[in-house]
């Protein structure tokens, strides 16, 4: 599979030399403040006024496989914010083509931001461009050029399935999931997936019917452990029927020649550990207690979706992947049942396992994940992650948030639109349903 290389240059008023850029797509934006020169606004004084003149340069090149790289051809519909020192926008743009072609901004220390589309969780086909300039200086009358470099700020995924599959299995899926959103890639999607730079769980479900009738699956399951923005990973789904030999691995794709190959594990059911992604879920997040202090009072749940009892001994609890717990004793979760895990005793009447006080629930967000422990206690396979400060997740103090009972599965665990605000008491008077089926978020 050769690349196509497509390549757009937007000249300036004045052409210009295009810079190639191998990696992916670079769009620059240039912005110029130059000595205030023009009619005065009323109530303006000149003499703490410079002037911004934005101009947009656009050089574009764009390598794609099987045209599954998406871009946008120009920057007419970034998004312009400038902000001073402390932080706060000064001047927004939501098109870059509606700027007026001389923008007066007080003395004083700026930065700029330049974006293109949403930041998606994880969506086919919506790509989020975006760059920040350095900070500047606006002096009194004073000239200043800055630059603001806008990048492609996604990891793309493809899967593709091979003829071996295609002929052998009734059916087959792949779910790409992380801690902030999951996709499934159906038999027929050919579209790219793009997500936020996350560690991503990889699961292959191939089907088939045998000569009885019954139905038989095979499972293929792996990670791509650090994924980066700009890079495409396209997964390479292969199998040569219910007796042979699978194989799923990564292609890692930066200017779209393959660099790196990541074979990941093969297994008729379970991976080595004896889990998979999904057979535990988070369903309930105490980070703000009331009627106990934050280290006495946190905790969370999580539920068993398998059909077996399972021992959550030597699973490591991790905030962040700064904050890690080992669970160092037995730990049985029912089929279908819930556990609680408490920062202490007194945080729930409800029995559970305490970890202490080695993981602390920020209140405003975190990624909060079970994991198995692998070699280090690092770098083992995520089971279920959830980070419950991002897009759609509710806020809450003096109670949980709660999964809706109706969402119990992997997929939908990790969307924020799944969750709300528990409304039923428990025994310190705090809100939520520690150990118990949670509030119904209708």
Avoid at 21 to 26: P, T
Avoid at 43 to 61: H, K, M, N
Avoid at 132 to 141: D, K, Q
Wanted: aromatic share 8%; glycine share 8%; with cysteine.
């Amino acid at each position: 599979m050769h690349p196509r290389e497509h390549k757009i240059n937007v000249p300036l008023h004045e052409p210009k030399k295009p810079v190639m850029m191998k990696k992916c797509v670079m769009y620059m934006l240039l912005i110029q403040f130059l000595g205030w020169s023009c009619q005065k606004d009323e109530g303006t004084d000149l003499r703490s006024v410079g002037t911004l003149t934005l101009r947009i340069g656009l050089f574009v090149s764009v390598n794609d496989v099987n045209e599954n790289l998406k871009s946008t051809l120009g920057t007419e519909d970034f998004r312009v914010v400038i902000f001073n020192a402390a932080g706060l926008a000064v001047r927004t743009f939501d098109r870059a083509a509606d700027m007026p072609a001389v923008i007066p901004l007080e003395a004083g220390s700026y930065y700029a931001e330049a974006s293109f589309g949403t930041d998606p969780a994880a969506a086919f086909e919506s790509p989020y461009y975006f760059g920040r300039s350095a900070a500047f200086v606006i002096t009194p009358g004073g000239d200043q050029s800055v630059v603001v470099n806008c990048q492609l700020a996604n990891t793309l995924v493809t899967v593709l399935y091979s003829d071996n599959v295609r002929s052998a299995f009734s059916n087959y899926t792949t779910t790409v999931s992380s801690s902030a959103g999951s996709l499934e890639y159906m038999r027929t999607e050919t579209r790219a997936g793009y997500f936020r730079p996350l560690p991503l769980s990889i699961r292959a479900t191939l089907t088939w019917v045998r000569t009885d009738g019954s139905v038989a699956t095979r499972l293929l399951t792996g990670s791509i452990p650090a994924p980066e923005a700009r890079r495409r990973y396209e997964i390479h789904v292969d199998a040569a029927g219910a007796s042979g030999s699978s194989a799923l691995a990564v292609n890692v794709d930066e200017t779209l020649d393959i660099t790196e190959v990541v074979t990941l594990t093969e297994s008729a059911d379970t991976p080595a550990s004896g889990w998979t992604a999904g057979d535990l879920i988070l369903t309930e997040i105490m980070f703000d207690p009331s009627a106990l202090t934050d280290a006495n009072g946190e905790w969370f749940e999580v539920y068993n979706t398998t059909n077996q009892a399972v021992d959550l001994n030597n699973l490591v609890i991790d905030k962040n992947g700064t904050e890690r717990h080992v669970i160092a004793s037995g730990v049985t979760v029912a089929p279908h049942g819930y556990q609680v895990l408490s920062r202490t005793d007194a945080a729930v009447t409800a029995s559970g396992y305490v970890y202490g006080s080695s993981i602390s629930l920020t209140n405003s967000g975190a990624t909060l994940s079970l994991s198995t422990y692998g070699t280090t206690g690092t770098d083992g396979f995520v089971i279920c992650s959830v980070n419950y400060g991002s897009t759609g997740f509710p806020s809450a103090t003096g109670g949980s948030i709660c999964l809706d009972p109706d969402r119990l599965n992997g997929t939908e665990a990790v969307l924020g639109s799944s969750w709300c605000a528990a409304v039923t008491p428990y025994g310190t008077g705090d809100l939520g349903t520690p150990g118990m089926v949670n509030d119904n978020c209708d």
